[in-house]
């Protein structure tokens, strides 16, 4: 299996494969040059042998020099071909979702429940991954308007997505932990997301200059009802959020950034997971603090409008159907830096999404960290300078929803 | 014009020789950097492993002709 990485100010898509095809390639025509220069040099020597040796010599030489330049000529093509696939996939995207804003939504819905029925008939209960039903899911929710729809549903009777204040407590001692390094790390130090555990991780650095940076990473949702309990990793948290509303989580995760110590003005790097996505994307397009990168793993929020020169590191499972209830990205060129892949094994959890658990996005990790494209390895980079290399400092958090009319613990911060 | 002896020709060609083998050796090292046919799809997939074959028909001559002029020194 193979990452696929796109966007990130490029409109090319590389694999890993291609990457390796045109590395082996260029080697392959400077050591046929090299071997060129060295028949050659046998042919000008001043002893150089006469008839036939000489004549099979120069059918050589030829043959390399053809080769080098052959092999060279190709690998300019990969590049091109990438480009290439690269203005397909826009193009394709466009046109998804200009049918999509045409048909509206009733069809929408209609083509997401045909899907649904076909990917039933062949795989039986396993029709979330199907990739025609993640497609219909994407179309369906680019054709909502979530933020309408979601005031249709808050203004109905029984406080179904209705959003609460918030408090934050802090779970666990201040621990000093080495800095993490690369996208594996990240990938690993988000919460697990469990009932009543910590859904926040706060990690501090206190870089050489006395600056300070911090990372918050989040967790994913916890709780699926509808209708809001004790817990701000829920549905509510999951449908302001792509609406562009003010969730419960996110709040939640600001307020712990800031019991942990941030200060407006200091650089926070957000992380998280599906619904801890949705926090990170908030977090990073809030303004509240700057933000050199965003790291989302199976989060769907390409329908958000990062800032623009923000690094946004989206990584999606093409067989993962959360992504795509973000609907697709608002510009025609993804300014997001994208790695895709179909889930590696990742054994059950979330939520019966397979393809959706975070043990499989570790695994896409891993690959990112390995991989030669020069935009990820770039992202590396950016990531360690953001640590400084130091230690740091790591305190993790719990979040609460306060009933609405429950006092001043938080303000529900609209919609 | 000059002249070698027995002893100077006998170097002279263990000398080509030796250049012959060793490009001979790249020979081989440029079958092992052409890639594999990538797992791709369709038609690019067999375009591009078109393309490898050929390339891998011009190191089989230049070998072949490299092994052809060392047996006829």
Not at chain 1, 21 to 29: F, W, Y
Not at chain 1, 81 to 88: F, I, K, L, M, T
């Amino acid at each position: 299996m193979s990452i696929e990485v796109s966007g990130g100010g490029s409109v090319a898509v590389e694999t890993e494969a291609m990457l390796e095809a045109r590395r082996d390639l260029i080697e392959l025509a400077d050591r046929a040059d090299e071997a060129y220069g060295q028949i050659h040099g046998v042919l000008d020597a001043a002893q150089a042998p006469a008839g036939p040796p000489a004549w099979l010599l120069a059918i050589a030489a030829r043959e390399m020099r053809a080769l080098a330049r052959d092999a060279d000529a190709l690998a300019r093509e990969l590049d091109a071909a990438a480009e290439a696939y690269g203005w397909v996939e826009r193009a394709l995207l466009a046109r998804d979702q200009l049918l999509a804003h045409l048909a509206g939504p009733a069809p929408a819905i209609d083509d997401a429940a045909t899907a649904l029925a076909a990917s039933a008939a062949r795989h039986g209960a396993n029709v979330a991954g199907d990739p025609q039903f993640v497609r219909a899911l994407r179309e369906l929710a680019d054709s909502v308007s979530l933020p309408g729809l979601l005031l249709m549903v808050q203004a109905l009777p029984g406080g179904v997505l209705d959003e609460t204040p918030v408090t934050v407590t802090q779970a666990s001692a201040p621990q000093a932990v080495p800095a993490f390094d690369g996208f594996t790390d990240l990938a690993t130090r988000i919460p697990a997301g469990k009932p009543g555990k910590p859904q926040v991780r706060v990690e501090k650095y206190e870089l050489a200059g006395g600056e300070r940076h911090w990372v918050v990473y989040s967790a994913g949702t916890i709780d699926w009802s509808l209708v809001p309990s004790s817990e701000p990793w829920d549905d509510t948290s999951n449908v302001v959020g792509v609406a562009g509303g003010s969730a419960g989580s996110s709040r939640a995760a600001v307020q712990a950034l800031e019991q942990a110590g941030w200060k407006p003005g200091e650089p926070v790097l957000p992380v998280g997971h599906s619904q801890g996505g949705i926090v990170a994307t908030a977090i990073a397009t809030s303004g509240v603090a700057p933000v050199p990168m965003l790291v989302t793993f199976g989060s769907p929020t390409a329908g958000v409008r990062t800032t623009p020169g923000l690094l946004d590191v989206a990584v999606e499972h093409t067989d993962d159907p959360v992504p795509a209830l973000g609907g697709s990205p608002r510009s025609l060129v993804d300014p997001r830096l994208l790695v895709r892949e179909a889930a590696p094994a990742a054994g059950p959890g979330a939520g019966g999404l397979p393809a959706h658990a975070m043990t499989g996005y570790a695994k896409t990790a891993i690959e990112m960290d390995r991989s030669t494209d020069p935009r990820l390895v770039n992202a590396r980079t950016t990531l360690t300078e953001f640590t400084g290399g130091q230690k740091a400092t790591v305190t993790m958090w719990r979040g609460e929803r306060v009933p609405a009319t429950g006092g001043p613990g938080g303000s529900a911060g609209g919609r | 014009m000059s002249v070698l002896s027995v002893d100077e020709a006998a170097t002279e060609r263990a000398a080509v020789r030796a250049h012959l083998r060793a490009a001979e050796a790249d020979c081989l090292l440029l079958y092992r950097l052409l890639p594999a046919v990538p797992g791709w799809s369709g038609a690019a997939s067999w375009a591009f492993g078109l393309r490898l074959a050929e390339l891998r028909a011009r190191v089989a001559a230049a070998h072949a002709a490299l092994a052809a002029a060392e047996a006829a020194l």
